[in-house]
């Protein structure tokens, strides 16, 4: 068993309306939001401040993705646009367009060098990184998409739909592999590990389904209200679940026992509307929401003797 220490590093204000996304900088010191403010911000995590405004962009900004080795920070809006923007040069290198409706999720299929968007209308649009050309165009479901999981070191790739269904493709041709609905509302999160993938919804369950036919493996009901991000740390042994109950709360990764709730009615200095957005920078936890925050949280696990 473990124990786990939770401390909020920084509160970071300056967004005028709620955030719906975070991501990592180029290094560990930064991080980029976005939401309804029309812009994209940079933070300084070092000393806890607003760095500067990116980019601005002509509508509400629901997706984030960093081109770490190219400079780029790939943006999706409502409008349906996907900006590459160099992040030194604050520079706009290329803009496409989905044909209807926001883009909710941008994934990177790193093998193929490929970028990977999906929309309100239920279709994945496929980019090469190299020339920004469209690939593919192929429809995943009659709802709306609003998770893309790329499944490590394997050719496959999962989507969540509003339906509530997972569907699992094979990356070499967008070849439909397995559906299966795992929730009664929308799949609203998605995260791949080495031996399963896990599901969120706004039905509030977290389930862990088998990666090769998205077979149910384990069930829980983590929060009162939608999940919207479950993150694996990328080192240690636990998983992060965000939600619009307010709450985070971290669960060790192999048997999913709650390890510690961080809400305001445990006593943390937590959010106070929805958590919308949540990333892992090393071992700090940076979470961002309904009530214009960024929270960056201290996390460290220690092993009991």
């Given at each position: ?114 970028l990977i968007a999906t929309g309100e209308e239920g279709i994945a649009y496929v980019w090469s990184l ?14 709306t998409v609003r998770v893309i999981e790329p499944y490590p070191q394997v050719n496959q790739v999962a ?98 026992s709650l390890l510690r709730n961080i809400s305001i009615e445990r006593g943390y200095d937590a959010h ?34």
């Open positions: 068993m473990h124990t786990i220490d939770i401390s909020l590093s920084n509160t970071l204000s300056g967004h005028q309306n709620p955030i719906f996304v975070v991501s990592p900088g180029i290094d560990s010191t930064t991080i980029f939001t976005g939401g309804n403010d029309k812009g994209v911000v940079e933070w300084d995590l070092v000393n806890g401040k607003f760095k500067r405004i990116l980019c601005a962009v002509p509508a509400s900004v629901y997706a984030l993705h960093l081109l770490k080795e190219e400079g780029i920070l790939v943006i999706g809006l409502r409008n349906g646009e996907v900006w590459f923007v160099d992040i030194e040069k604050q520079a706009l290198v290329a803009k496409t367009q989905t044909e209807k409706g926001a883009v909710f999720a941008i994934k990177v299929l790193t093998e193929k060098r490929e190299d020339t920004y050309a469209l690939l593919y165009r192929f429809h995943v479901a009659d709802a989507f969540g739909d509003k339906n509530g269904f997972v569907h699992l493709y094979d990356t070499t041709d967008f070849r439909e592999i397995t559906k299966q609905q795992i929730h009664s509302l929308p799949v609203t999160a998605l995260a791949a590990t080495d031996t399963s993938l896990l599901s969120g919804g706004r039905d509030a369950k977290l389930v862990r389904l088998a990666k090769k036919d998205l077979s149910v493996l384990q069930s829980i009901t983590p929060h009162m209200f939608t999940v919207y991000g479950i993150l694996p740390h990328p080192t240690l042994p636990i998983v992060a679940s965000i939600s619009r109950d307010k709450s985070i709360k971290i669960w060790d990764s192999l048997s999913l106070r509307l929805s958590i919308n957005t949540a990333t892992w920078v090393d071992n700090q936890l940076v979470t961002a929401g309904d009530d214009k925050l960024v929270k960056v949280w201290n996390v460290s696990l220690q092993e009991m003797v």
